[in-house]
């Protein structure tokens, strides 16, 4: 038996035969062509990229994908259609006189390495789906186009997740994935929590570690990759994945309940929503509509910017659907190297403190005007709220309202139906927010903290980063303190105070954040059921001692220790 660690990106467990993928990149020679056969490796060239654009059709034509997974096939179809992939290939061919092959890597090499100069997450998904085209052009003009047979309960091992690949594979066989490469936010990792498979990314050199065939076991929860798991751990996990099955069933029975604390306080429970598409696969989940809108979708792979027309009609759709609970949007929260295209500006080295989120909408009123029209147009029939993220002084608040009423004014000039006064509220997720959380309160309408983002901030750690993660740290009393802080500030001004960060959904959390005076929580669709089974189960008069406990805690370790011993406690005295 051998265990490998990596990390986790989508829960679960899987139990089956791996199935090795060792996809080594396809190098190519340069060679030579003479000027008399350039002719044809043009129309070779045109022919591969007709061939792998009517393929990527097809796949879309025969599957009904979510937004996020053709997203991504949109994006490999533009990656082929660049005139600039066009007009540099053709070039080299025709001018340098090299075989088509070498043109196409050298056309590839060159802008993966604009990308990786770029350090970000998101720009190494954009060289991962660089990669994939690459390869795949490469593999059809050399003839070299891979069939894969899945058995059944397959585990994929692969280097880094083909998307296209990862589509074209029997749903009914897959079980899980694992990869060498990969982060949380790969879009491989995106498209296989979207089809509910666990995956551990980043497990080095599993490709070669792992045999085909080979019996393993996927922990999506430890991030764990078992492999020839003994007698003993193979009936730990039978058991486990049967348990799954059965927890899956019961969960699905909590959708009629009302969310409440087992003695009967009524806890909001929101959805937080990335995708439009999502609610009509979400909406029956919960009566208290949606928590957290994140808007990025919207700006993201695109060549324009999305017109107030555009956004109102998807705001509006959105809110109508959730009727009468509430729609909370929040704007625009990017990095400024994730619009640099559509912005003109230049990418950042450290974008996670640079110009993203609020910074980068009053940098750019043009566009926080544009969402901020769309959002106030579609509060006229929908319960919609905004939300800022990103907030770290009480100006950017300030600048926001009047930038708002500037809006107000303009759509009263246009003749537009619009809403006016919509509740204004405002993300506590830098701890310089939570600081002056008293001064904040006073300017805004609602708070809503994001813990993820305030865990990275507080602790300087990377939210995305692998060689980090362990150090991303919930429990850490600085994290504790500056939401408690929060919370009574918000309380002493009277302001409704939520909470939608990860935290929220996290069982060893939920008492806790009920104790400190939370009752509004969002959290993650996937996850949601699991979220309310926890709320249902705390015993308002037992969480009292737990908050004084955990804030009087020095370590992160003993605020662990402390949770899980009540956790213990309690289980017992069920
Ligand atoms: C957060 O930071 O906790 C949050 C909810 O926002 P996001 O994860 O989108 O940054
Ligand atoms: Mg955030």
């Known amino acids: 038996m051998q265990k490998l660690q990596g990390v986790g990106v989508s829960l679960g467990i899987a139990v089956g035969r791996a199935k090795v993928l060792n996809r080594q990149p396809l190098q190519v020679a340069s060679r030579s062509i003479d000027a008399s056969d350039v002719s044809s490796e043009l129309v070779r060239f045109r022919s591969a990229l007709e061939h792998i654009g009517n393929d990527i059709s097809r796949l879309l034509d025969s599957f009904s994908f979510g937004k996020n997974e053709r997203d991504i096939l949109d994006t ?6 660049d005139p600039e992939l066009i007009k540099s290939v053709e070039r080299m061919v025709r001018d340098d006189l090299i075989c088509l092959e070498h043109a196409v890597s050298r056309h590839f090499q060159k802008a993966a390495k604009l990308f990786d100069e770029m350090e970000d997450d998101y720009m190494a998904q954009r060289i991962a789906d660089y990669r994939e085209i690459n390869q795949r052009l490469l593999r059809h003009l050399q003839g070299n186009e891979q069939k894969i047979e899945l058995d059944t309960d397959t585990i994929l091992v692969v280097d880094e997740i083909p998307v296209s690949l990862l589509m074209k594979l029997s749903r009914d066989k897959l079980r899980g994935i694992v990869t060498d490469k990969g982060s949380r936010t790969s879009h491989a990792a995106i498209v296989a929590r979207s089809l509910g498979l666990p995956v551990v990314v980043g497990l ?13 076991i996927l922990d999506g929860q430890s991030g764990q990759l078992i492999i020839n798991p003994d007698s003993h751990t193979s009936d730990v996990y039978e058991q486990l994945l049967s348990n799954q099955e059965q927890h899956r069933e019961d969960l699905l029975k909590l959708v009629e309940q009302e969310t409440a604390t087992a003695d009967g306080t009524r806890i909001h429970l929101r959805l937080n929503i990335e995708l439009p598409e999502e609610m009509d696969h979400v909406l029956h989940l919960s009566e208290d509509g949606v928590g957290l809108f994140r808007t990025e979708f919207l700006f993201m792979d695109r060549s324009s910017l999305p017109t107030e027309e555009e956004q109102y009609i998807i705001y509006r759709e959105v809110a109508e659907k959730l009727l009468p609970a509430p729609l909370v949007i929040r704007t625009v929260d990017i990095g400024g190297d994730k619009l640099s295209n559509l912005l003109n500006i230049e990418p950042e080295k450290n974008p996670a403190l640079g110009c993203r989120g609020i910074r980068l909408s009053l940098e750019h009123p043009d566009l926080f005007r544009t969402q901020i029209m769309a959002i106030l147009r579609a509060a006229v029939t929908g319960n ?32 537009r139906e619009f809403r006016r006064n919509v509740p204004l509220g405002v993300m506590i997720e830098t701890p310089a927010a939570a600081m002056i959380s008293s001064v904040l309160a006073t300017e805004c309408d609602f708070f809503s903290i994001g813990t993820n983002d305030l865990i990275q901030y507080t602790l300087a750690v990377d939210r995305a980063s692998d060689t980090v993660a362990d150090q991303f740290d919930p429990y850490h009393p600085a994290v504790l303190h500056l939401i408690t802080l929060t919370v009574q500030n918000a309380r002493k001004h009277n302001l409704p105070v939520s909470i939608c960060g990860e935290m929220a959904a996290e069982s060893d959390f939920i008492p806790f954040l009920i104790g400190l005076g939370l009752h509004d929580l969002s959290v993650s669709p996937g996850i949601y059921l699991t979220a309310k089974e926890n709320i249902m189960r705390v015993q308002s008069s037992d969480i009292v001692d737990l908050v004084l406990d955990v804030l009087d805690a020095e370590c992160s370790a003993e605020v662990k220790q402390r949770i899980r011993d009540w956790h213990k406690a309690s289980r017992k005295s069920r």
Request: with cysteine; proline share 2%.
């Open 384 to 415: 919609i709220r905004v939300m800022l993220p990103l907030i770290s002084c009480v100006e950017q608040v300030q600048r926001s309202r009047k930038l708002i009423r500037t809006c107000e004014q303009e759509l009263a000039q246009r003749g």
């Open 204 to 216: 080095r050199d599993v490709i070669t570690e792992v045999e085909d065939n080979a019996h393993c």
């Open 76 to 81: 490999h179809r533009l990656i082929l259609q």
